[in-house]
């Protein structure tokens, strides 16, 4: 956990857990994984769950919200399991249901929470959150390349209660094209129609998105981000529907000694914004 963290579009993270497991080319150079080690956590494993310390940091914030807010003028933004999934199959059911319960119970806090698994968050969180989406707790998805971006947006906007929702290119790999249909297998609608849960038919679904955040690899095996043109052209494209863009950092592979400062980026990239 941490009250500040390097991570720019936060204030702090909170890790409820730790450990993950690993499902697409966005988790071959994972930091968490590095830094995993220092806590005795193997990747690919059973995650381990944190200390009091952590979870306690939760109704702190809520405590601390209204000062937060005099300060600052906004709510703290707090990305919670920086360093696993929340909604890994691997982790306890019990630990993400107490975690749901704590988020509920601090709702002057903006929660962040990003997955590379949005096919497992509606038969994982509370029920009536499907119906009803707490504003303040916030879901994006993974998508580092198309494929990715195919394979879980879809996903992330068929959620019922209607989540804010957004996208982490973090790290981007190569231009994604946001304007596709995606198709879901028979399997899966065959389960949301045994679950009774009404799922969109296939749609072009960038406007849906609220937030977008674009990153490249840090770290001595970092790859390389698309062209600039290619990331240009992403921003301006979600950036026409009113979406808020963040660009964190640059590719460390390309700009090994400016990729985090911002005042370096080209001026076309250097925009942090938030829903």
Request: include cysteine.
């Amino acid at each position: 956990m941490a009250d500040l963290t390097g991570i720019a579009w936060c204030d702090s993270t909170i890790n409820l857990w730790i450990g993950c497991t690993k499902v697409s080319p966005a988790c071959d150079n994972c930091y968490a994984e590095l830094l995993g080690r220092r806590f005795g956590v193997a990747w690919n494993a059973t995650p381990k769950r944190t200390g009091e310390a952590s979870w306690g940091k939760i109704a702190a914030y809520q405590r601390s919200a209204k000062r937060h807010l005099a300060k600052h003028g906004r709510p703290r933004r707090v990305f919670i399991n920086s360093m696993s999934d929340f909604f890994d199959n691997q982790a306890e059911d019990a630990w993400r249901a107490a975690g749901c319960i704590e988020m509920e119970r601090a709702p002057d806090v903006i929660f962040i929470l990003v997955t590379k698994r949005p096919q497992n968050v509606w038969k994982m969180v509370p029920k009536h959150w499907l119906k009803e989406w707490p504003k303040h707790i916030w879901l994006l998805t993974t998508a580092e390349n198309q494929e990715q971006y195919d394979r879980r947006v879809g996903h992330l906007l068929s959620i019922p209660g209607r989540p804010l929702a957004g996208i982490s290119m973090e790290p981007m790999l190569e231009p994604i094209h946001p304007h596709r249909s995606i198709s879901y297998s028979a399997h899966e609608r065959a389960e949301w129609c045994a679950f009774n849960i009404k799922k969109p038919v296939d749609r072009d679904h960038v406007n849906e998105l609220s937030w977008i955040i674009i990153g490249g690899e840090s770290g001595r095996n970092a790859r390389a981000m698309p062209t600039d043109d290619e990331i240009a052209a992403a921003i301006r494209l979600f950036r026409s529907g009113g979406r808020a863009v963040f660009v964190k950092q640059r590719s460390q592979k390309t700009h090994p000694h400016t990729f985090k400062q911002f005042e370096a980026f080209p001026k076309f990239m250097q925009i942090r914004s938030h829903p």
